[in-house]
């Protein structure tokens, strides 16, 4: 083996080869550092006495399925312009790491591929090794996220395991990337986002959340001038679990066996859009059957199906008289859930009809938690949230099958 092969093959510039070893299945290349290419670590002059060495050794780009290693007896040399004793700086590695930056590459881009353990694996190291790696390079491109070009954000948290344990996430809607994963849910959570925000002078535009009280007085106090826009899944959602619930109380006051039959499994029924149905199945009939059977349920139905059409209104203006109308129209009904429900429509119509100035919400974001979720379950789980919070931050650059 040469020298030349040490640069071409290994990346080691300024070295020469001394010898080579296989042993136990690896290949050991034994380097050293010429006398006229010593420097002192500190003040880097030329100016310097050898004093010694201590030997260390680093994992390296495998041959083949072989590892390798690099042993490298490191130099210790005393300077005579300042006047300390220190070890040379070595050019293929960083401080205090075990293995070569070639290697780390090598390693990262396995990593768009296969799981940590299976890299680990692949590379006869230890698991710690290779997320120490994805961390420090995570850390290094999505640590701290630039926020003054930020216009657009989505807001919402996600849950990250049993026992009510949430993470709060804030989507750059323009860019897709994530940009802020806070501890926790709520006003508390976003606090640290919104001191990043203001030292970088961002001006927010729109940002889209749920109807929650939390997300409406964090955005009111933080961001004056932007238009809240309440995502119009959320409030469909939010129907349709009033609409589960009235279908459920509706069975239990059944006085037949006969109206608890019809009303039994009819939940996904009703909360389908009617172009899902499947009439291979007689969906559309046992829908028909249910809706006959009780006029409430009926009423609340064909509402929730008027309430899809306000968002695909020509106008703001069109829409809010679409909303009003609507608003009467619950209300005449009889129906308490559909009364309760219209209060709190118009509590929030300015909101909701903010999504004609402009048309976001946050399924960008919920498209995220999808692959977040999907990352977690090929990982089996994240022990170390500071970590995952990184795999989050540089979720929306994964181009290949998702890994932990």
Same mark, same amino acid.
């Given at each position: 083996?040469?020298t030349?092969?040490?640069y071409?093959?290994?990346?080691?510039?300024?070295?020469?080869?001394?010898?080579?070893?296989?042993?136990?299945?690896?290949?050991?290349f034994t380097?050293?550092?010429?006398r006229e290419r010593?420097?002192?670590s500190e003040c880097?002059?030329?100016?310097?006495?050898?004093?010694?060495s201590?030997?260390?050794t680093?994992h390296t780009l %495998?041959i083949?399925? +072989?590892?390798v #290693? /690099?042993?490298f007896?490191?130099?210790?040399?005393?300077?005579?312009?300042?006047? @300390? !004793?220190?070890?040379?700086k070595?050019?293929f590695?960083?401080?205090?790491?075990?293995y070569?930056?070639?290697?780390?590459?090598?390693?990262?881009?396995?990593s768009?591929h296969m799981t940590?353990?299976?890299?680990a694996e692949?590379?006869h190291?230890?698991?710690?090794?290779?997320?120490?790696?994805q961390?420090?390079s995570l850390?290094?491109r999505f640590?701290? %996220?630039?926020l003054? +070009?930020?216009? #657009? /954000?989505?807001?919402d948290e996600?849950a990250i395991g049993?026992?009510?344990?949430? @993470? !709060?996430?804030v989507l750059?809607?323009?860019?897709?990337?994530?940009?802020?994963?806070?501890?926790?849910k709520?006003a508390?959570?976003l606090?640290p986002?919104w001191?990043?925000?203001?030292?970088?002078r961002?001006?927010?535009?729109a940002v889209a959340t749920?109807?929650?009280?939390?997300?409406?007085?964090?955005?009111?106090e933080?961001l004056?001038?932007a238009?809240h826009?309440?995502?119009?899944?959320?409030v469909v959602k939010?129907?349709?679990?009033?609409?589960?619930?009235?279908?459920?109380d @509706?069975h239990?006051?059944?006085?037949?066996?006969?109206?608890r039959?019809?009303?039994?499994?009819?939940?996904?029924?009703l909360?389908?859009n009617p172009?899902n149905?499947?009439d291979?199945r007689?969906e559309?009939?046992?829908?028909?059957?249910?809706?006959?059977?009780?006029a409430?349920?009926a009423?609340?139905?064909y509402?929730k199906e008027?309430?899809?059409?306000l968002w695909s209104q020509?106008?703001?203006r069109?829409?809010?008289?679409v909303?009003?109308d609507w608003?009467?129209r619950?209300r005449?009904s009889?129906?308490?859930?559909l009364?309760?429900?219209?209060?709190?429509?118009?509590e929030h119509?300015?909101?909701i009809l903010?999504?004609?100035?402009?048309?976001?919400s946050t399924?960008?974001?919920?498209?995220t938690n999808?692959?977040?979720?999907?990352?977690k379950?090929?990982?089996y789980?994240?022990?170390?949230c500071?970590?995952?919070?990184?795999?989050i931050?540089?979720?929306h650059?994964?181009?290949?099958?998702?890994v932990?």
């Open positions: 083996m040469s030349s092969l040490l071409h093959a290994f990346g080691l510039v300024g070295y020469r080869y001394v010898r080579q070893e296989f042993r136990e299945g690896r290949v050991t380097i050293a550092q010429p010593l420097r002192c880097g002059s030329n100016n310097v006495w050898a004093q010694g201590t030997p260390r680093f %495998p083949g399925a +072989k590892p #290693q /690099i042993h007896p490191v130099p210790r040399v005393c300077c005579h312009d300042c006047g @300390l !004793t220190r070890q040379v070595i050019g590695a960083d401080p205090r790491k075990s070569t930056r070639s290697f780390e590459r090598y390693a990262l881009a396995l768009q940590i353990q299976d890299v692949h590379l190291v230890s698991w710690d090794t290779i997320k120490d790696m961390a420090r850390q290094r640590g701290k %996220p630039k003054h +070009k930020l216009q #657009q /954000i989505a807001i996600i049993k026992g009510h344990h949430y @993470l !709060t996430v750059n809607l323009l860019s897709g990337a994530v940009v802020f994963v806070g501890d926790g709520g508390e959570a606090k986002f001191s990043r925000l203001r030292r970088s961002a001006k927010i535009r749920d109807m929650g009280k939390a997300y409406i007085k964090a955005v009111r933080n004056r001038g238009v826009v309440f995502d119009h899944f959320h939010l129907f349709n679990d009033k609409l589960s619930a009235l279908r459920r @509706l239990r006051a059944a006085n037949s066996a006969r109206d039959h019809v009303l039994k499994g009819t939940r996904w029924l909360l389908k172009e149905l499947d291979d007689n559309w009939q046992r829908l028909q059957e249910a809706l006959e059977l009780n409430p349920l009423t609340a139905y509402l008027d309430l899809r059409q020509p106008n703001k069109t829409a809010r008289r909303l009003r608003l009467a619950a005449a009889g129906v308490r859930m009364a309760q429900f219209a209060n709190t429509l118009e119509q300015e909101g903010a999504y004609y100035d402009y048309p976001i399924g960008p974001l919920e498209g999808t692959k977040i979720q999907a990352m379950r090929q990982a789980g994240f022990r170390d500071e970590f995952y919070k990184l795999k931050l540089g979720i650059e994964a181009k290949y099958a998702l932990g």
